[in-house]
């Protein structure tokens, strides 16, 4: 039961960071230069306070540091700039998606050769997305904004490469996002960095709690799970955010968005409980 409710904690807290993202960027008081800046520096300090606690130190001159660092950039760039004008929901469907499929692609490339039901299950993934990104089939979708959250993904993905065989996952976290924010610093340092109170505390809360206490918490529980069973509960993720983005920031579902997210979940779900 405990095991239950910390994972059902950790999805939403994933799903969080795209609803705390939208609304703070959406409500015009911080720019997503300024929001990714905050929610890294948040992140690296309450990381790097528990990997403290613990007693570990920081690995910050490993080999795997800086291809890391730099798709965390990627990321955090990715995802903060497409919620200008993507729906929270809209975006982690994308992003959960394209990360997925980035993940797939790359075992396929690398590793043994993908079974029937693998390749069948990220052909439907990867028609769900064409499906929300295809022009015409979503009014409201802004290809720009569309083609960030794509850039996101795959920075995730390969954030996720890099990261898979960590000895100490939370301290390794701790390391990239200390190391993103000088990138993202010198990267920004030109742009608007214009922050309001809601919107830095908004981003305090996405970079402390639904990323740092997150992440932390998801290495807590990923070691008692079977690896189909914590890539299937990562489902959740986009739905959870379409149906709190509805609920709470008044964000449409349509019958595209449904549709898509049936395929993507639904594809990848089969891809990834298929025997290897």
Known sequence: MRLILMTALTMLAFAANSLLTRAAIDAGGITPQAFALIRVL???ATLAGLVALRGGALPLMRRARLPGAISLTVYMIGF????????????ALILFGVTQITMFGYGAVTGAAPTVRQLTGAAVAFAGLVLVLWPGAQATTDPLGAALMVLAGVGWGAYSLVGRGAAEPLAATAANFILCFPMLLLLFV????????????????????????GYALWYSVL????GATAAVVQLSVPVLAILAGAL??????????ALS??????GIGWAVTARR
């Not at 903060?80 to 975006?91: E, M, N, P, V």
């Not at 070691?223 to 079977?226: D, V, W």
């Not at 709470?248 to 968005?257: F, H, M, R, S, W």
């Not at 997210?261 to 639904?266: E, I």
């Open 248 to 257: 709470l920031l008044g964000e449409a579902i349509t019958p595209v968005i």
């Open 223 to 226: 070691p008692r799970m079977q």
């Open 42 to 44: 948040a992140g690296a």
């Open 80 to 91: 903060s700039l497409a919620y200008l004008t993507l729906d929270a929901g809209l975006g």
């Open 261 to 266: 997210a049936a395929l993507v979940v639904g």
């Open 190 to 213: 030109a742009f608007d960095l214009r922050a309001d109170a809601a919107g830095t505390l908004l981003a305090v809360v996405c970079g402390a709690v639904t990323s740092g206490l």
